[in-house]
Each structure stands twice: as C-alpha cells, then as structure tokens.
C-alpha cells in the first residue's frame, strides 16, 4: 500500500481525541475550576483582550494581503 493510500485511511496517525466544548456551562465534562470572564483580575482581562485584538488584526492583514485576494488592473 502507498504511503498516499496509508494516510486517506488515516493509517499511522495518532487517534482523534474528543474536541473539547469549551462554551459548556455547568454541563457535565465542563472545565472544573474556569473562571467566568468578569472573575478574571482586570490586569487579566485586559491582556487576554490585547492579546486577542491583536490575533484578529494579524489574521485580517495576512488574508488582505494574500494573493488570491488582491485586484489588479493590468490587462
């Protein structure tokens, strides 16, 4: 069997672990001990926020600048 045909059928790779719900609230299998957003100290909150903020930005200006994205005029 090629290594091609191994890797559709999902041969040597390491199984699929359950996803995590991670906006379960209460529910059984809910992380034990998060705290909720405004439990957070405020210095924390407003790293996570940057720190987010950023993450989107970033994201946006690498699929704005991709090439698949940008108009060109030339004929």
Sequence with gaps: MSHKTAMLRGEGRQPQL????LFKDGLPG??????????????ARATLTSLIARLILDHAEK???SPGRETSYDH
């Design 18 to 21: 359950p996803q995590m719900d």
């Design 63 to 65: 699929t704005a600048a």
């Design 30 to 43: 809910s992380f034990v001990g998060t705290p909720r957003w405004p439990e957070l100290p405020a210095k």
